[in-house]
């Protein structure tokens, strides 16, 4: 294997520190991607804002495609992702930039290399025991991987991006008939009478204690699982602790804590294993799918969401909760009164975002999967190819 071990430096020009702008939801200059905007190895455009530069200051910080930046400081240090649209756009002091040499490295595989365990445990050689984790240019550059030819990368770097185009495509699809139906609720919001929730659901309070269940796997629906990929985590039962909500049908979760931070969770249960819900949410169900999807609507109403936050109890910023009965005494639209077409048109979404979301989590398992493999040469990418076109068509 004609592979040789390099360092990040020296396989791409003279790093370089970002701009010192300050962010603005005003488009009054170019784009301005922060270390915030970085997830899961690419930037998050939604959430860009844009500043005020220089034109000299602009040439000097601008993006273009195949820029590797990464984050220096903080939490989220080490944090990194590959530019694959400039977007007319710059980057920010947080951030370095990393730009490859053409005749040694392709970006997307040393981008890759960036998203891999052995460069997470490179930046934690170096933020262990600080009190605000950094890591410079120069410790960046140090990092060292296994490079083959040219040919070799980009092949590698095709499989893995196949894989991730098709994640990429259905989060849009996701966005998308989100955008859909919240544009619905807000339309029957003014269209439908008032009911307190109660009168259009009931509170499922089952619990049980996951100890009881030994080691046997199931589905948890936390906060840290809706954070991440809003999909549920699959455990031993033995590794949960306290008592869990049982979710034995299709229902509907909202979170009582921190409910400013909204999380609303359509919830159809496997059935192949148990589901567990923490007891921070409130697990709502109705009498038919279609009921629950008209319910939908009523939970994502703006007033509704409004007035989670203000019914809230507690001091603390981080662990205020709404009570199961202030919430359930919530006035929403009586979506009951809407037509069968309509309601059948939302569980259609509901359910082409949940479809989506399950292929999300199986393509990125796949992709995690295959990333170390490649990289390491211990599978060669004319293995993989026939597998990949299986999972992305």
């Not at 370089?16 to 899961?40: M, N």
């Not at 259905?170 to 966005?175: C, D, E, H, L, T």
């Amino acid at each position: 294997m004609n592979w040789s071990q390099v360092s990040l430096a020296s396989v791409c020009d003279k790093p370089q520190y970002g701009a010192i702008a300050k962010g603005s939801h005003q488009q009054i200059g170019p784009r301005f991607v922060r270390q915030t905007d970085i997830v899961l190895g690419r930037i998050d455009w939604s959430t860009v804002p844009y500043c005020d530069l220089s034109p000299s200051d602009f040439n000097k910080y601008s993006l273009r495609r195949g820029d590797l930046l990464i984050s220096r400081l903080g939490n989220g240090v080490g944090n990194a992702a590959i530019v694959q649209n400039a977007n007319d756009a710059v980057f920010a002091g947080y951030l370095v930039r990393f730009r490859t040499l053409a005749s040694k490295a392709d970006p997307d595989f040393v981008g890759y290399q960036l998203q891999s365990d052995a460069w997470r445990q490179h930046v934690v050689g170096f933020r262990s025991g600080a009190a605000q984790p950094t890591l410079n240019a120069q410790q960046m550059g140090e990092f060292k991987f296994l490079l083959p030819p040219l040919h070799e990368q980009a092949a590698i770097a095709a499989t893995l991006g196949a894989l991730d185009d098709k994640i990429e495509s259905n989060r849009r699809v996701i966005s998308i008939a989100s955008d859909l139906l919240d544009a619905i609720a807000d339309r029957s919001s003014q269209d439908l009478e008032g009911a307190p929730l109660s009168e259009l659901t009931y509170n499922s309070r089952s619990v049980v204690d996951p100890s009881r269940i030994g080691d046997e796997l199931v589905d948890h629906f936390s906060l840290p699982a809706f954070d991440s990929a809003v999909w549920p985590e699959r455990t031993p039962a033995s590794a949960i602790m306290s008592n869990k909500l049982v979710v034995d049908r299709p229902s509907i979760l909202i979170s009582r804590l921190n409910p400013r931070f909204n999380r609303t969770w359509w919830v159809v249960p496997e059935g192949s294993v148990i589901a567990l819900a923490s007891t921070e949410f409130s697990c709502l169900s109705a009498e038919t799918r279609p009921e629950l999807a008209a319910l939908w609507l009523a939970v994502r109403d703006r007033y509704f969401r409004g007035e989670l936050t203000h019914r809230v109890t507690g001091t603390s910023g981080s662990h205020q909760r709404i009570r199961p009965d202030d919430l359930l005494s919530i006035e929403v639209p009586n979506t009951r009164q809407l037509s069968d077409a309509v309601k059948q048109r939302v569980l259609d979404l509901l359910d082409l975002i949940h479809i989506r979301r399950r292929e999300i989590v199986r393509l990125t398992a796949l992709r995690d999967g295959l990333l170390p493999e490649l990289l390491s040469g211990r599978v060669r990418v004319l293995e993989t190819p026939r597998a990949v076109r299986g999972v992305v068509t």
